[in-house]
């Protein structure tokens, strides 16, 4: 039943109909919805001829009332089928980013907008090589959304985009398979893969001078709060006092800054392999809650700390050498 | 592909039940061990889904299947017959049950539970079957749809909806394709007659010393349409075999076939139409006398209609018949002298008795007076148990019990007749018949099968004498061989007001033939009677394609319309339109609220830039968040619906100067 597998993508070209452009959501119009037997339903296709051939044979009238009512139920479960599918809303949100080798997940929104209940839809990737689902069936109630997750595996750095997907299903009875492919404009940022067993920060050369290696907790006093300073540091006690918020200053910090520069790794190393201990030395860092900066050639940011530092780093070394 | 533990266990016990419920009716047709092996298989297959076992390997069922093929081979030859095929059906969808692992498993066995409906037509197609089979049918729909739900979340009650909705939805189109989907006459291979109808009715012999059972079948023989009223009971005659050749004990229609009887013909004639059960034999029956034969029938010397083929299936046939005859006016010497013939050792009484009448009263006309006063004077009782009797049987009956029935009466009535020189022969039939007042025709049981006798006079050919009609003249008039006093009797229960169980009957047996007419009959020519009706005469394949096509389209069009319509959401709550009315108020003046947008934004931001609106518009979001989120409100439903009411944006803006 291979071929039968194929037949849609080929009916698809053959039909020529013009791809929808990708946004970030689409509904399921009737254009945008094919629908053909299965190979169970050519089965039961096959069963009602024979049943109508024994009765035309035996003279069974009842056995031609039990085919016309077989034969009835399948034009039944195809408009079933189809209306299972038609006039859905799908849409999908960007992936959190991760790290080259981990699969992407996608969340993918699915809307009903008629007040038809719909029941095992199967959402999936329709790249070669795209994990499926444990579980890929979703039932939507009447008027209500659900999400589904559609995990891409990420094999290279940058940016990954939604690959087409195939939203399709068989309920009720399994004799027809609905489907619509859909491309949804959502994206996934592939930071590189951070370096397995990379050298110590501290070792590695080229590093600003000063770097003071104490271990961080000696406490140095108090600053006023910016956005992205770790709740640990917070000073919650101040807050109580009603002075705002503050952050608690550590010695390790004033005494220097960090600079990841990329010129102290890339001449021994390839430019990946270069990207992949950076990407160690970010995370590193971030775990530690230190400040640092990062300078890369067509990226230069001031030292910082915070998650939203850190993705802007792990970003432009995602995004190294690539256009944006 | 998916393992059985994939498969929704609920859904297998459902499947398996099915499967057994339409294994198991057939128990009383099929061998024993064959019932015992497949329902084995359905018990260890619910077994094994319920302890979780391992299931079996696919090279074990493989060769169970093979083993099973070659059983029915070796039992019912390389070509099955239907019983073989019936067998091998059920043993395949055994082995199948034994085989659940994935939904498509599943679905292979839902389509052999389909040919197991097929099965059970070939038996029988009661409107009661077709009803039980049609709950299987509906059974198995849901079955289907539980697999389906992969999630497993739809409950039982909504996969019996979805199911119902489907087949119910079916059903019209399924209607339509029944009544004008074109028909072919069958059959196309093999030989089609209908199964499990052994030869029933009358035979071509009759010995009256044997017990009867047939006069006490209500089994259905035949129904007519008459054309017209205007046939007594006392005409209905139904004319069947005709018995030359006695032995002294068994009388025989015999092999020799005598020339065609000249036949004149009187002013009286009647038309009707007759429906057929099967009963395996080429006889059809007529009033006596047929006046020609029906298509695909001839008229015999006996003036019986033969059709070619035996018969069985149901067959429909419009006769006429002559009500005013002499038949065999000129009948030859051959003829007659066969039918005075007696065996010359048997019955001895009974001749010596036919020729002291012959002897007394002269001519036929005379013993045939004198034998109906004998039967009607002397103490001779009508009754369907009758003593056995021995090797003379006419005379034990003439002279010792002198209780009987039809046959017996028949049987001595013809003896005596030839043995005093008169030519006699006995005609089997059914007499008389019972009339459905619901749907206006006449059915006539195997109850009502008759036998009587014809005497050949010079002056009026073969005349007809009933000499059952002499002992028990209420056999004829209610036309049924119960004793008559009993009928009467049940006559008198039903004269109550209210509706009797013979009404009742009546009904039953008039849907039994709509049901007939309209479901299992329906043919090529019945369908090319409605379309006439409708005014499409003449309708060939195209046309009833075409018309086939016009009337499924614009169901399926209905279908889908009523489908795939849109439906809106549960209406709100009233404090939900009352908000949703006073958001529309505010947007016919510019200040549509952001899908983002909360209760607080959204007032908070025309307070920005509709000042003149803040009030009403605080109070009333005010109102509705207290209403929707908190334990207490400032006003009630009622008054935050008359604050909306009176929210009048537009005249408050124009009032105010502001422009928008």
Redesign the interface.
């Given at each position: 039943m291979n071929w039968l597998a194929k037949l849609p993508d080929a009916l698809a070209h053959r039909l020529g109909r013009a791809p929808v452009p990708p946004s970030a959501n689409a509904r399921l119009t009737r254009e945008r919805v094919y629908i053909l037997p299965t190979?169970?339903g050519l089965?039961?296709a096959l069963?009602v001829l024979?049943?109508l051939?024994?009765?035309?044979?035996?003279?069974?009238?009842?056995?031609?009332?039990?085919s016309?009512?077989?034969?009835?139920?399948g034009?039944?479960?195809l408009?079933?089928t189809?209306?299972n599918l038609?006039?859905l809303h799908v849409r999908a949100c960007d992936a959190a980013p991760v790290f080259c080798g981990t699969p992407a997940a996608f969340i993918v929104d699915l809307h009903d907008g008629?007040?038809?209940a719909r029941?095992?839809l199967?959402v999936r990737a329709r790249l070669q090589g795209a994990a499926s689902l444990a579980?890929p069936?979703?039932?939507v109630p009447?008027?209500a959304e659900r999400q589904c997750l559609v995990r891409v595996d990420a094999p290279a750095r940058g940016t990954l985009t939604l690959p087409a997907l195939r939203v399709s299903t068989?309920?009720?009875?399994?004799l027809f398979r609905a489907w619509s492919d859909l491309d949804l404009a959502a994206r996934c940022t592939v930071y590189p893969r951070p370096e397995p067993r990379p050298p110590p920060l501290a070792s590695a050369p080229g590093l600003a001078p000063g770097i003071a290696r104490t271990s961080g907790d000696d406490f140095a006093g108090l600053r006023d709060y910016v956005p992205g300073d770790a709740p640990a540091h917070i000073a919650w006690t101040a807050l109580a006092r009603g002075s705002g918020l503050v952050t608690r200053r550590f010695q390790a910090e004033p005494a220097g800054q960090i600079w990841l520069r990329w010129h102290s790794v890339s001449p021994q190393l390839e430019t990946e392999q270069a990207l992949m201990r950076l990407t160690r030395w970010i995370l590193d860092l971030a775990t530690e809650d230190r400040a640092f900066g990062l300078d890369v050639p067509g990226c230069l940011r001031a030292p910082g700390r915070g998650r939203a530092h850190v993705h802007a780093c792990l970003c432009a070394l995602a995004c190294f050498g690539r256009r944006q | 592909m998916s393992s059985a533990a994939t498969l929704r266990t609920g859904a297998v016990y459902s499947l398996l039940g099915a499967m057994a419920a339409l294994i198991v009716p057939h128990t009383p047709r099929l061998p024993d061990w064959l019932m015992l092996t497949v329902l084995a298989f359905l018990l260890w297959q619910s077994l094994a889904t319920a302890l979780r076992w391992k299931p079996l390997s696919r090279w074990l069922l493989a060769g169970m299947s093979v083993a099973a093929t070659a059983a029915v081979v070796i039992s019912f030859g390389p070509v099955p017959d239907r019983e073989g095929s019936v067998v091998l059906l059920v043993l395949m969808a055994g082995l199948k049950c034994l085989e659940l692992r994935s939904v498509r498993d599943a679905h292979v066995a839902t389509l052999l539970g389909h040919f197991l409906i097929v099965t059970h037509f070939l038996y029988s197609q009661t409107a009661l079957l077709a009803a039980f089979l049609a709950l299987i049918l509906l059974w198995l729909v849901a079955t289907g749809v539980a697999f389906q739900d992969r999630n497993r979340t739809l409950p039982p009650v909504r996969i019996l909806r979805t199911a119902a909705v489907i087949a119910g939805s079916a059903l019209p189109l399924a209607a339509l394709l029944f009544l004008l989907f074109p028909r072919v006459q069958g059959p196309l291979f093999g030989d089609a007659a209908t199964p499990g109808r052994a030869t029933t009715g009358l035979g071509d012999a009759m010995s009256p010393g044997d017990i009867v059972d047939l006069g006490l079948s209500d089994e259905v023989a035949f129904r007519v349409d008459f054309d017209a009223v205007g046939v007594g009971a006392h005409e209905m005659y139904w004319r069947g075999p005709v018995l030359w050749d006695f032995d002294g004990r068994t009388w025989r229609a015999g092999r020799r076939a005598n020339p065609p009887a000249t036949v004149r013909a009187g002013r009286r004639e009647t038309g009707y139409r007759v429906t057929l059960e099967p009963h395996g034999r080429r006889w059809m029956f007529a009033l006596d006398v047929p006046a020609a034969a029906p298509a695909g029938a001839v008229l015999g010397a006996d003036l019986l209609l033969r059709a070619q083929h035996p018969i069985r299936t149901r067959t429909r046939y419009v006769v006429r018949s002559l009500l005013d005859y002499r038949v065999g006016l000129e009948e030859s010497e051959h003829v007659l002298r066969r039918a005075l013939r007696l065996p010359p050792d048997a019955n001895p009484r009974t001749v010596a008795l036919g020729t002291l009448l012959r002897t007394r009263s002269g001519d036929g006309h005379g013993v045939l007076a004198e034998v109906l006063s004998m039967f009607r004077q002397q103490p001779f009782h009508y009754t369907l148990a009758p003593p056995a009797l021995g090797r003379d049987s006419v005379d034990e009956f003439l002279f010792d019990t002198r209780r009987g029935f039809c046959e017996h009466y028949a049987s001595a009535f013809a003896v005596i007749m030839r043995a005093a020189g008169v030519p006699a022969r006995i005609v089997t039939g059914y007499q008389g018949g019972e009339y459905n007042n619901v749907g206006n025709y006449l059915v006539v049981r195997q109850s009502h099968a008759h036998a009587w006798v014809e005497v050949w006079l010079p002056d009026q050919g073969w005349r007809r004498v009933d000499p059952t009609a002499a002992v028990a003249p209420g056999r004829v008039e209610t036309g049924s061989a119960l004793p008559w006093r009993d009928q009467d009797a049940s006559r008198a229960r039903d004269t109550g007001g209210w509706p009797s169980w013979i009404d009742a009957r009546q009904v039953l047996d008039h849907l039994t033939r709509s049901w007939n007419d309209w479901v299992l009959d329906y043919s090529a020519e019945r369908q090319r009677g409605l379309l006439r009706y409708v005014g499409l005469s003449d309708a060939g394949w195209p046309r009833l394609a075409a018309l086939l096509a016009a009337a499924v389209a614009p169901a399926v069009a209905a279908l889908a319309a009523l489908r795939l319509r849109h439906r809106p959401a549960l209406r709100a709550d009233r404090v939900d339109r009352a908000y949703a009315r006073f958001c529309s108020k505010l947007e016919r003046v510019g200040c549509a609220r952001r899908p983002h947008e909360g209760p607080y934004d959204f007032a908070r931001r025309i307070a920005m830039t509709r000042p003149a609106l803040s009030v009403p518009v605080d109070q009333i979001t005010l109102a509705y968040v207290g209403l929707r989120y908190a334990h207490a409100a400032p006003v009630s439903a009622a008054g935050l619906e008359a604050l909306v009411r009176a929210f009048a944006p537009r005249r408050v803006l124009r009032q105010s100067g502001a422009r928008y």
């Open positions: 190979a169970a089965l039961s069963t024979l049943i051939l024994a009765s035309i044979n035996y003279g069974l009238g009842l056995g031609f009332a039990l016309f009512l077989l034969a009835g139920i034009v039944v479960t408009v079933l189809y209306r038609a006039g008629s007040g038809a029941h095992a199967e579980d069936y979703v039932d009447a008027h068989t309920f009720p009875l399994g | -």
